[in-house]
């Protein structure tokens, strides 16, 4: 009996220890719910569209004119150049990869602007 308790033992400091080592990395994380409004009020906007097939095209300002990733950073930096707070919204379909959204955060962070990341009302 002493020896089957003494492997009840040793089973159970095995799996206390690979238990914690399963998920060393997750983090749990709330994310937010879209019910207030934001107080800033940006004039310029960046929508991105998701034609499928992997096919994203960025519009500044709701224009018909599809402009490719590299010029929409000097379009953003020709619009915003006068403002004293520079501050633009990001408007992406439900379906465009968040790394598209990350890109355009990226060349606010490069130029010190603000985003605001547009969201339906629940």
Sequence with gaps: MSSMTDIVFLLLIF???TSTL???NALKLLLPKSTGQVSENATVSVSIKDWGDELYTFHVNGS???LPLEMVEDELISLLQ???DPTFSIFSD???PIEQVVNVMNIAKRN???VILATSPE
């Design 15 to 17: 799996f206390l220890i």
């Design 94 to 96: 439900k379906s465009v």
């Design 112 to 114: 010190h602007y603000k």
């Design 22 to 24: 399963v998920n060393p």
């Design 82 to 84: 006068s403002r004293e």
């Design 64 to 66: 018909e004119e599809q």
